[in-house]
Each structure stands twice: as structure tokens, then as C-alpha cells.
């Protein structure tokens, strides 16, 4: 016998979206499978590599890790939903002008972390970047080059602010 399903609503991206959920499944389950926000990858699927991480209430969160039945009055973004802000922009094109993908899996997780980091610390020294991307796993880039680009990106985004 299959679990039993409830209707949700979960605030995403800044709207409502109704999901149809069983005990057991994840938010990151939710976000790919049901409302098709593919941005959030699935690797381990249990909290290792931050591929997953989206942001619920401002901060970000592995969603392999949070059931979505605890999300019903959370607010979530994702990748998708935070493409447009000046931050995730600068991020983007400092992890171009850096080289800091490869495959690109990792490289939503990787925004996001990086973009929770630049809204909490607008002005991170390289050892902050590490420990705030140290639970983001990378198999391709050696890391160096995602450090460099949150570097760059902060610093951009520092110049805009000063900018008159
Ligand atoms: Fe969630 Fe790896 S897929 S932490
Ligand atoms: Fe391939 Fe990070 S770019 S895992």
C-alpha cells in the first residue's frame, strides 16, 4: 500500500505553489519532480555535497535534507527565483570570469551558498569564503577558482554600492 498524500501550498520563489506530498519526501523531491526547478541538484541525496542548497527564510539549507511537509511556512528560493538580484548576477559572472566550474553540478549549490554568504558579510577575507562554501562539495575545479569569483563578486558588488 502506497503512503497516503496530502495537498500542500509552499511559498516558492515568491509565489504560492500547491504540491502533492507523502510523509517521506524531501523538499528537494518537491522542487525538481513536482514543480520542475531543476536549478537544485540531486547528488548524495543525504546532506554530504550541497549540491541541493536553496534558501528557505534567507538562509541556505540542503533540500535532500528538509521534508517538505516542514516547509509549508517557510519562504523558498531557488536558483531560479534568485536569478534576477544584483548579487546572484555578479556571482554568475564572476564564476565565468574565474573558471569556476567545470561540469557546472555543483555550481547551483555553489551560487546559492555564495549568495547567502554576500547578503549576511558584503565584504568576506578568503578564509570566510572557505568556511562559508566548505560544505559545498566540488569534484572538477579544485575550489581556488570558486573562491576567487565570490572574492570578485563581492568586491563588485562593494563598487556598485560605492558607486554615485
Ligand atoms: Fe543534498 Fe547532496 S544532494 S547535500
Ligand atoms: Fe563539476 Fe563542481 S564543476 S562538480
Redesign the pocket.
Known sequence: MSAPRQTLQLQVNGAEAEVRVGLHDSL?TVLRDQLHLTAA????????????TVVRDGYPV????SLAHGCTHADIETLEGLNQQAAMQALQKAFAAESAFQCGFCTPGMLITAHGLLLHNANPDADQVRAAMSGNLCRCTGYAPIVAAVLQAAAHLRTQELAP
Open positions: 528537494l541538484k540531486r547528488g548524495c541525496n543525504q546532506g554530504v555535497c550541497g549540491a541541493c540542503r533540500a535532500c535534507l
